[in-house]
């Protein structure tokens, strides 16, 4: 698994997370509650909310998330 992309806030990951997942890919995210309970540390030390993907996916999970940016 490789992180996609890191998100400054819990929300916005499981957006992202759900918006994935109903396309069929398989994700999960990392440091969800050190940035949720300590938002001040996700910075320096958690690098915000990171989705995961398989490394196979990613190039299938960034023209997903890039449709969804053309249509806002």
Same mark, same amino acid.
């Given at each position: 698994m490789v992180a996609l992309?890191?998100?400054n806030n819990v929300?916005?990951?499981h957006h992202i997370l759900?918006? &994935?997942q109903n396309e069929g890919? *398989?994700?999960f &995210?990392?440091?969800e509650r050190i940035t949720t309970l300590m938002p001040y540390l996700s910075s320096p030390l958690a690098s915000g909310? #990171?989705?995961m993907v398989? *490394? *196979?996916d990613v190039e299938k999970a960034n023209k997903? &998330? #890039?449709q969804d940016v053309h249509l806002d």
């Open positions: 992309m890191v998100c929300i916005e990951a759900n918006r &994935l890919i *398989e994700c &995210l990392i440091n909310v #990171q989705v398989h *490394e *196979e997903i &998330l #890039q």
